[in-house]
């Protein structure tokens, strides 16, 4: 505006403010540097709108052609793939209504009419997988009757697709279920089938971890330390880039301490001072970027191995290193590890006084779950 505009006329003045529709003070007001960078609650909603703008892309992508197509196919090989990555850093309970939405999708694909043979198959491993995660995630929650059923449909799924890798890793997963479900015998009996079908080697260090621990538990400590001696044979040769996506991997760090827990369970001061070298080697070998479940877990065992040997001080050291685990990563399987170590200590609880602070400590971590949560 021409002149000396803070004494501009006030027809002026409301010719101003009504093309630029702001107040006149606004308008000749000197300019305000810009932001260096966002705040926080842009930024929030950015993500909010990406995230929104993405999956409606998504089901765009799904929605737009008459039938099952490629494009289709790769779409929810993708999600499959994102929610396995997902799994090992999110926690299970914020995954649930992702997993239901593209098992959905997948099962309403399944039941529309004259699917090709090859896309049927192809959908099938996908109904497969992510009942397999499903599955997976319910146990972790302690929904067990939730996670046996899934897994039974996995198993189905599996079997029409023909897809022997699946019906492994789902086998591995019901053996998990009973495990924790303390069902040892049939935790053996899923991992031994599991074992048979299975030529993947992290499939198979997998399910002979899971066989190992599950004999140890039963006191058949011969058939648990020859499992356990094939999965240490397995571990070095099976390589961190694994075809398969995120949790369907298995981190052969977890192979050392599902070992260690081996060892635990046959007992005795030789066996628990393997379980402390194990438990100790599966720390060394954990990423600073490895899920926190993982390096939870080992810690745990390492607590277990000082308790077995009188070392109360030590486990005190690697338990509080876990007690501050959100409670949302609080699974069923860490839960466990966390209430054999709480059984252990009771018997040095009228001993030491650190003894008896811990026990506390432990009865309010298992208070609050991510089962309850």
């Not at 010719?15 to 529709?21: L, M």
């Not at 197509?69 to 992702?98: C, M, N, S, W």
């Amino acid at each position: 505006m021409a002149g000396d505009v803070p004494a501009a006329q006030p027809a002026s003045r409301r010719i101003a403010e009504k093309v630029w529709h702001m107040p006149f003070e606004s308008l000749i007001a000197v300019p305000q540097p810009m932001m260096e960078g966002l705040q926080p609650d842009i930024t929030e909603s950015l993500d909010q709108e990406i995230a929104m703008s993405t999956d409606e892309s998504a089901q765009w992508i799904k929605r737009s052609t008459t039938g099952v197509d490629p494009v289709v196919l790769d779409q929810l090989r993708f999600e499959v793939g994102q929610h396995a990555v997902d799994y090992l850093v999110k926690p299970p309970i914020t995954l649930i209504p992702e997993l239901n939405r593209t098992r959905r999708e997948v099962f309403q694909l399944l039941d529309a009419p004259r699917q090709r043979p090859r896309t049927a198959a192809t959908l099938y491993l996908l109904a497969g997988q992510v009942c397999a995660l499903l599955a997976h995630a319910c146990a972790d929650l302690g929904r067990t009757s939730a996670a046996e059923t899934h897994a039974r449909t996995a198993q189905l799924a599996a079997d029409f697709a023909e897809d022997q890798h699946l019906r492994a890793y789902v086998s591995w997963i019901q053996a998990n279920v009973a495990y924790w479900n303390n069902d040892f015998g049939q935790a053996v009996y899923f991992a031994e089938n599991g074992l048979a079908k299975s030529s993947d080697l992290s499939t198979r260090l997998r399910l002979a971890s899971q066989l190992a621990r599950a004999q140890a538990a039963r006191g058949n400590t011969a058939a648990a330390m020859a499992a356990l001696d094939l999965a240490l044979d397995l571990a070095p040769n099976v390589h961190p880039n694994a075809s398969e996506p995120g949790v369907m991997h298995f981190d052969p760090a977890k192979a050392l301490y599902y070992g260690s827990e081996v060892h635990l369970a046959i007992g005795g001061r030789t066996h628990n001072t393997l379980a402390l070298e194990l438990a100790e080697n599966a720390l060394d070998l954990l990423a600073d970027s490895s899920p926190a479940e993982f390096r939870a877990a080992a810690e745990l065992d390492a607590a277990r191995a000082h308790l077995a040997l009188g070392d109360a001080d030590a486990a005190h050291y690697r338990i509080t290193r876990v007690l501050d685990l959100p409670v949302e990563l609080r699974t069923t399987p860490i839960v466990g590890r966390v209430v054999s170590a709480g059984t252990e200590l009771h018997a040095l609880a009228a001993q030491t006084s650190t003894a008896r602070d811990m026990t506390q400590q432990i009865e309010l971590f298992t208070t609050y779950t991510a089962e309850r949560d």
